[in-house]
């Protein structure tokens, strides 16, 4: 008798367990100012015969990776990134940027609906993808103590722009 009452309550509480620890899957909606861009240029910026110039650097919002990183993979791919237009459905937005040299630039911007990694191609005169593409994954936390929810995060994207190339590490 004992044991069919504990196999009762057992089997009543096990659905409560694993709605509990189930988490959603984040809602990757639109959200203002969820983005911000911290640029640093050199005074170098983009150096070609001993002078420096502007540079184009161009912002992806992407809901799907896939596309992007084929383009990335090759010289032409490149050239088609860098005319920062809508090359796929998997694009939610993209947005240019002029840098100047020894300018610094924090900018904000709204993540567009779906958008759940940014790129950023720079336009530097040597295209080579490692030097001029860098790729986040915009992060996401467990909300909740009972029903657990998956919530996208706001990303800092951090920029050093240096005289031939984007410093640092290729992206996150």
């Not at 050199?42 to 896939?66: E, H, I, W």
């Not at 990134?81 to 040299?101: E, N, Q, T, Y």
Request: some cysteine.
């Amino acid at each position: 008798m004992r044991s069919i009452k504990t196999i009762v309550v057992l089997i009543s509480v096990l659905p409560l367990l694993v709605a509990c620890a189930a988490a959603t899957r984040p809602a990757w909606e639109y959200e203002e100012n969820a983005i911000t861009l911290l640029i640093e240029a050199d005074n170098q910026l983009n150096m070609r015969d001993g002078k420096a110039f502007t540079l184009s650097l161009c912002v992806y919002q992407l809901k799907d990776p896939n596309a992007f990183l084929q383009l990335a993979s090759d010289v032409d791919g490149l050239y088609k990134l860098l005319d920062c237009g809508v090359f796929d459905a998997s694009v939610a937005m993209s947005k240019r940027l002029i840098i100047h040299p020894g300018q610094n630039l924090k900018g904000v911007l709204n993540r567009a609906e779906g958008a759940k990694y940014v790129a950023v191609v720079a336009g530097y005169y040597t295209v080579e993808k490692d030097r001029i593409v860098r790729f986040y994954k915009i992060p996401v936390a467990k909300k909740g103590l009972f029903h657990k929810k998956m919530v996208p995060q706001h990303l800092d994207v951090q920029l050093k722009l240096g005289a031939q190339q984007i410093m640092g590490s290729p992206g996150e």
